[in-house]
């Protein structure tokens, strides 16, 4: 048979096999069959070797010939199938707007997060800068350098958890970020500052204990600070935290730090002073510690204690936060149960 004659069979039978395809996928499998590397158009010149010069060129321009006019003709075919098969994948995949939407879950500042934010709003307008340390301290600023030297018994208090021999430990209080601000201020010129973040101590988990927990220090530096000052300064976060109806009051304590030490007391905000289980019945609840900065913190600081005197106070969160929302246990604020978090996600009504 003619090459002539072949190709005319060929075309025949490409576009019986192209009006029967039923999708471009078969149109491309048609393509391979007769235009891939061992398809029927490049069997044409497979024993070209054997002919003469002049069929040579007779087979080799009808085969390039058939070779183009079958690839146009796929090309169309692919192409028509192409658009078709997308109009019918977007018809059938319309979307129904009128479908219910799903409901997206909004989340919500941890309490302790959100408790922390309340007091420092309050402080910054009162000029406290907001500072942050490493929760990995040198003892020299957890401990030593806070007048709490190494064998000083109120050291049992704050056992914690060391990486480094004794020398690099988990920070038992926010204090050594007040150590650290007093000694970059170069200049020894006043300080306001409050310090929240996390804390450590080898202690049993239970119900009103954690290994670690949350606090908020603060430390006021100037001249002629007194007692006083200290007292106005809780008082107003007291009243903040807990009603404007709270009274409150120091109690004699003991802190290394501080000189003199006090305990700070709310008015009970359940029975206004009357006595009930959760005053234990005193009529007053504690809810931090604090005093006059030890001269030999603000020495250690670089401060002189002739000339500056200074308070500090401090605040356990946790504990904040379980007067204050009602919350009986500790452990309650570590659990990554929503359900808990849930119900303080509201606007409270002033
Ligand atoms: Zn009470």
């Known amino acids: 048979m003619k090459v002539i004659e072949k190709v005319n069979q060929m075309r025949e039978e490409l576009e019986k096999e192209l009006a029967s395809a039923t999708s471009s ?4 499998e048609i393509r391979v069959k007769y235009l891939g590397k061992k398809g029927l158009v490049t069997e044409l010149t497979a024993n070209m070797k054997e002919l003469s010069p002049e069929e040579k060129r007779e087979v080799g ?3 390039n010939q058939a070779k183009e006019e079958f690839s146009k003709k796929m090309e169309e075919e692919e192409k028509r199938w192409k658009e078709k098969e997308l109009y019918q994948k977007l018809t059938s995949e319309k979307i129904d707007v009128t479908l219910p939407a799903f ?3 909004q989340g919500s500042p941890h309490i302790l997060e959100k408790l922390t934010e309340e007091l420092e709003e309050l402080l910054m307008s009162m000029g406290y800068d907001v500072v942050e340390g490493p929760e990995v301290e040198k003892d020299l600023y957890n401990f030593e350098l806070l007048n709490l030297p190494k064998g000083h018994p109120a050291r049992d208090a704050q056992d914690t958890f060391y990486t480094k021999g004794e020398e690099l430990l988990l920070r038992s209080q926010t204090s050594p970020v007040q150590i650290r601000t007093m000694l970059q201020n170069e200049e020894k010129t006043p300080i306001r500052m409050i310090c ?3 804390t450590y101590r080898r202690d049993d988990d239970d119900a009103t204990h954690s290994h670690q927990f949350t606090q908020m220090e603060g430390l006021l530096i100037d001249k002629n600070i007194s007692l006083a000052d200290l007292k106005g300064t809780f008082d107003i976060i007291a009243k903040k935290l807990f009603g404007s109806a709270r009274q409150t009051r120091f109690r004699p304590s003991f802190y290394p730090f501080t000189e003199p030490s006090v305990e700070l007391d709310i008015s009970c905000f359940n029975c ?12 007053w609840i504690t809810v931090g510690g604090a005093g006059m900065v030890h001269y030999k913190v603000l020495e250690n600081g670089g401060y002189d204690p002739k000339e500056w005197t200074g308070f500090a106070f401090g605040f356990g969160m ?4 379980m007067l204050k929302y009602n919350v009986t246990d500790v452990r309650t604020f570590y659990t990554n149960d929503l359900r808990v ?6 606007k409270e009504v002033e």
Request: overall charge positive.
């Open 341 to 346: 978090v849930k119900p303080f996600d509201r």
């Open 61 to 63: 321009s009808l085969s």
């Open 196 to 198: 929240p973040g996390k």
């Open 318 to 321: 946790e504990r904040l936060a």
């Open 103 to 105: 409901e997206m879950v």
């Open 25 to 28: 996928k078969e149109v491309s």
């Open 272 to 283: 206004d002073g009357k006595g009930c289980p959760i005053c234990k019945g005193t009529g």
